[in-house]
């Protein structure tokens, strides 16, 4: 879609043909830009006094909240309109209370906007990922996304090239140790890096390129839903992520710390790092440690801590790196 018209006429099938409207939704939004969209949506489907809830944060004081507020109001439907936060607290909150829930992302910066896992924070602002309910439609309007900061696109990016890896990880763990897989799972994770991976000579705010990078990440959220679990699309390049998050909170996005993961996994696995390192570079993706705001000593310890982050068989854990050559493929790769 298009305009802000094109989403909020789809939007109004959608939900007419679950059964709902007016009082039985909730419209759950973040602060700013996206309570701004939200609004032009509801204005344009001429809701009088729609029930819009705002969150600020995605941790468990604000699930609390967002649960109270939906069970005391009897709501059945969650319309999220926002940011991955945004979205991940909604469908967290719909497969607790069994309810519906509609994807409406303002931007581009991770497979959640579809995915059946949110990542809400502790109240030590410790990151966990948590089984939630996929989404019952995800729109997007491409006019909208198109005007959301770059940096998040490339994040967006990160996320999604990082598939190729993981994929190759869920291959490794089924060679090794006879782990089950999903055939049509896995094709279809491939299928969504493949979206944007062809696509080299775009610009990344050329509306065709943003569209391919939205089915991607649909496409990726899917592809887990698929399987039962994330591993078409997570893993050592979100090991890796999640060991940065546990040790050096707070200092990149997640996409971005997965992209340099995603380089590092595909040398380890002998495969063609250079071509995706290209590519992120091409689109100004990270790929140093300074970019993700990491000295050289704290991103050999996050590569090192990775293996012990979640039981998940993956390249990490069959070459079992020590400093010395962590260090040195953190060298080879120019990530150091």
């Known amino acids: 879609m298009r305009n802000v018209q094109e989403l909020s006429s789809q939007l109004k099938d959608i939900l007419q043909s ?10 759950v939004t973040g602060v700013y830009n996206s309570k701004k969209y939200l609004e032009s949506i509801v204005k344009e489907l001429t809701i009088p006094k729609p029930d819009i ?3 600020g944060n995605n941790d468990f004081s604000a699930v609390s909240n967002l649960n109270s507020v939906l069970t005391k109001n009897n709501k059945k439907c969650i ?4 940011s991955g936060k ?3 607290i909604s469908k967290y909150c719909a497969n607790q209370l069994n309810i519906e829930v509609i994807s409406i992302p303002t931007t581009l910066s991770n497979d959640g906007i579809s995915s059946p896992v949110s990542v809400l924070m502790d109240h030590t602002n410790k990151k966990h990922s948590l089984p939630s309910r996929i989404p019952n439609a995800v729109l997007i309007d491409l006019t909208c996304v198109l005007k959301s900061p770059t940096r998040l696109l490339r994040a967006g990016i990160g996320d999604l090239i990082s598939n190729i890896t993981a994929v190759k990880d869920w291959q490794i763990a089924e060679r090794d140790i006879k782990e089950d897989i999903n055939d049509f799972s896995l094709l279809t994770s491939i ?17 065709k390129f943003i569209e391919a990078l ?3 990440l649909i496409l990726s959220g899917i592809s887990m839903e698929m399987s039962g679990d994330s ?6 390049e979100h090991k890796f992520s999640h060991a940065i998050d546990n040790l050096f909170p707070n200092r990149a996005l997640h996409g971005e710390q997965v992209a340099v993961g995603t380089i590092l996994s595909s040398y380890l696995q002998e495969d063609d ?14 790929v140093r440690a300074e970019e993700i705001g990491l000295k050289d000593g704290e991103i050999i310890s996050a590569l090192l801590h990775a293996t012990h982050v979640r039981k998940r068989y993956t390249i990490l854990e069959k070459v079992n790196l020590d400093e010395k050559m962590a260090r040195d493929v953190l060298k080879r790769t120019g990530i150091i």
Do not use: C, M, Q
């Not at 679950?18 to 419209?27: A, D, H, P, R, T």
């Not at 591993?231 to 050592?236: D, I, V, Y």
């Not at 250079?274 to 993706?285: E, L, M």
């Open 53 to 55: 809830y705002v969150v």
């Open 86 to 88: 945004v979205i991940d």
């Open 79 to 82: 319309v999220s309109v926002g």
């Open 18 to 27: 679950l059964g709902y409207w007016s009082k039985s939704i909730l419209w």
């Open 273 to 286: 790092w250079r071509k995706v390192k290209s590519f992120f570079t091409r689109f100004g993706v990270p």
């Open 214 to 216: 939205a089915r991607g």
């Open 191 to 207: 299928t969504a890096a493949n979206y944007i991976l062809h696509l080299y000579e775009l610009e990344i705010h050329n509306e």
């Open 231 to 236: 591993r078409p699309a997570s893993g050592s």
